[in-house]
């Protein structure tokens, strides 16, 4: 007759990582029939009945310093189909833990060593997250997640996370409080971080505008120039007189300078220099 040995392994868990101060790991170990020939666990299976004693199994941390064992030996009593014990994790480091072989049984071929890796707790910040979220995290958890990284150590707190936001001018001249990024994707000009929307901030631009036939309007440079227009500055304004015909010095050919107007001297071929200015004070090239 054949008998199939037995012996004891560990079930759970697999190998694993953890950080120094966690919570204690719980290790189960249990008898299993073994694979007469390569000895490999076959399944789990009680302790056979009719033993007088227990059987008294060790388990041990190969380095105590990283983590220690909490109680062994475990004491199988005949029928037991498992026992646990718990790896107190106490620094960083690798450690294996064993199960040995009571008298009379066969050591298995696998599960009789589980590594224990302890590795530095990842140091953690606050995490400003999108719609002003904060969580407290390690750096690149955070980064993965999209957010920003207020540092080692830094923790949230009410307001922290508050998306930033200014006064934007949009282009209907309607002002908005919103960020920097969405104010620039509706086309507005934001107005600096902390600003905030007040009578007049987002109203145009305008100045008086000499046109070509001598007519004034208040508007934006850009239209003035765009009508050929004379811009007398921002915030300045028509009055009686201010585009009345003006003239300047007008270079023509020869060198010849004249003082007439815009107009006359661009009909003439000529370089009109700027309005007041006379030709006393020879502004034409030789």
Known sequence: ??????????????????????????????????????????????????????????????????????????????????????????????????????????????????RATVREWPAEGACCLSEGWCLELAEAECFSFGGAYQGDGSYCFIGLCDPVVGACCLPDYSCSEESESSCLAAGGEYQGAGSYCMTGLCDPVIGACCLPDYSCS???????????????GDGSYCFTGLCDLMIGACCLPGPVCLEIDSVSCSNMGGTYFRNAVSCASSPCPP
Not at 3 to 32: E, H, K, L, R, W
Not at 218 to 232: P, T, V
């Open 1 to 114: 007759m054949t008998v199939s040995p037995a012996g004891f392994f560990i079930s759970s868990p697999s190998d694993f990582t953890t950080t120094p101060n966690a919570a204690d790991v719980p290790v189960y170990v249990q008898p299993a029939w073994l694979d007469l020939t390569t000895l490999d666990v076959m399944y789990a299976q009680p302790v056979r009945g009719g033993l007088a004693v227990d059987v008294d199994v060790d388990v041990t941390s190969s380095d105590i310093g990283g983590g220690v064992i909490g109680t062994s030996p475990l004491a199988f009593p005949a029928g037991t189909d498992w026992q646990s014990t718990y790896f107190d994790v106490l620094a960083v480091g690798t450690t294996d833990i064993g199960v040995f072989t009571p008298f009379g049984f066969a050591t298995p071929s696998n599960g009789q060593f589980v």
């Open 218 to 232: 208040e508007g934006s440079e850009s239209s003035c120039l765009a009508a050929g227009g004379i811009y007398h």
